[in-house]
């Protein structure tokens, strides 16, 4: 069964640096940084968040002449580290590692404290990359029709660890739920290194990873891969397919970029985009990021701005038909 969901046309600009006035003094970033810049996560450190941020922060701070610090403040999905972001100065000193779980918070949290779309001005995408499905040996499924069967045989007895109640992984099983209309039973944990620890130990029975957390399992044969999620199958794993190859429409990528609050400076903006840009034009940064398993996005701030209001739109609609809450 394939779920279809109409995605609305974006006819509007993000608001920020890129789409809505500002009265910034001509030449005010021409100075800028001439202090310490923090990147604010929203995950702990460890994962491929904040080694995105590390990555992008060492670039910046050898090529700027300043120190780009990486400030860890996990919870509540991400919807606290952007929460400190939108209410910080528009000074160009604190910025946000944006990801998809911010868009997946813009409709999950019924009544936030601020408008992610209105108050982060979008500067530049990072990295964008697929997660994978894997399952625990255990289950006899070596392929999506063989577990799609498999599933459909055993309804709600199949066991999905989850990294988390809006999470990359939660939202990849909704998605696949909604496609298939197969009865899985999601087991949210408090992060993705715990739910892989289970699933290592066959307490669970399938998850959908980070492809760099997965690798080292899937390579000593402790975890079986499926598929990736992207429509392009990942370098890291060029022989396991798609999901949609078997699944057509079935996209999930997990994806980064950087974002300021509104009203900064479009000076400061435009210097910070040229300086990204620039740093994941750097055959070393390249080579990182396929290690990741991932894919370079960089562009305009208006092309990062297309990405949120996308993916918001995207998961805003799963998260109404899955009627998902925050716990």
């Given at each position: 069964m394939r779920f279809l969901y109409k995605r609305r046309n974006v006819i509007a600009m993000l608001g920020g640096a890129a789409a809505s006035p500002i009265a910034a003094r001509v030449g005010w970033g021409q100075g800028y940084p001439s202090r310490t810049v923090r990147i604010i996560v929203g995950f702990p450190p460890g994962g491929a968040a904040d080694i995105t941020?590390?990555?992008?922060?060492?670039?910046?701070?050898?090529?700027?002449?300043?120190?780009?610090?990486?400030?860890?403040?996990?919870?509540?999905?991400?919807?606290?580290?952007?929460?400190?972001?939108?209410?910080?100065?528009?000074?160009?000193?604190?910025?946000?590692?944006?990801?998809?779980?911010?868009?997946?918070?813009?409709?999950?949290?019924e009544r936030p404290d601020f408008d992610f779309i209105r108050d982060i001005a979008p500067v530049a995408g990072l990295i964008r990359g697929p997660l994978v499905m894997v399952l625990n040996p255990s289950v006899s499924a070596s392929t999506i029709p063989e577990f799609i069967a498999y599933a459909a045989e055993n309804p709600n007895k199949i066991n999905v660890a989850s990294a988390g109640n809006g999470t990359p992984s939660h939202l990849a099983v909704e998605l696949f739920r909604m496609f298939t209309a197969l009865d899985l039973f999601v087991v949210q944990y408090r992060g993705g290194a715990p739910a892989l620890t289970d699933l290592i130990a066959g307490q669970m029975q399938v998850m959908f990873d980070n492809v760099p957390t997965s690798l080292e399992y899937i390579k000593s044969s402790r975890i079986r891969p499926l598929a990736v999620t992207s429509t392009a199958r990942s370098e890291s794993l060029p022989d396991v397919p798609t999901v949609s190859e078997f699944v057509p429409g079935y996209e999930v990528s997990?994806?980064?970029?950087?974002?300021?609050?509104?009203?900064?400076?479009?000076?400061?903006?435009?210097?910070?985009?040229?300086?990204?840009?620039?740093?994941?034009?750097?055959?070393?940064?390249?080579?990182?990021?396929?290690?990741?398993?991932?894919?370079?996005?960089?562009?305009?701030?208006?092309?990062?701005?297309?990405?949120i209001v996308e993916e918001t739109a995207k998961w805003g609609a799963v998260i109404r038909a899955a009627n998902l809450k925050v716990e």
């Open positions: 941020a590390r990555l992008i922060s060492v670039w910046l701070s050898n090529h700027l002449g300043q120190s780009f610090v990486v400030e860890n403040r996990p919870g509540a999905g991400t919807h606290i580290a952007a929460e400190a972001v939108a209410k910080s100065p528009a000074d160009g000193y604190t910025l946000l590692l944006v990801s998809m779980a911010n868009a997946v918070n813009a409709t999950l949290y997990s994806w980064f970029g950087i974002g300021v609050p509104r009203n900064t400076s479009a000076e400061v903006v435009v210097k910070l985009n040229a300086a990204i840009n620039s740093a994941l034009a750097d055959p070393n940064i390249q080579a990182r990021v396929v290690a990741l398993g991932s894919s370079v996005i960089a562009g305009s701030p208006p092309a990062f701005g297309n990405v």
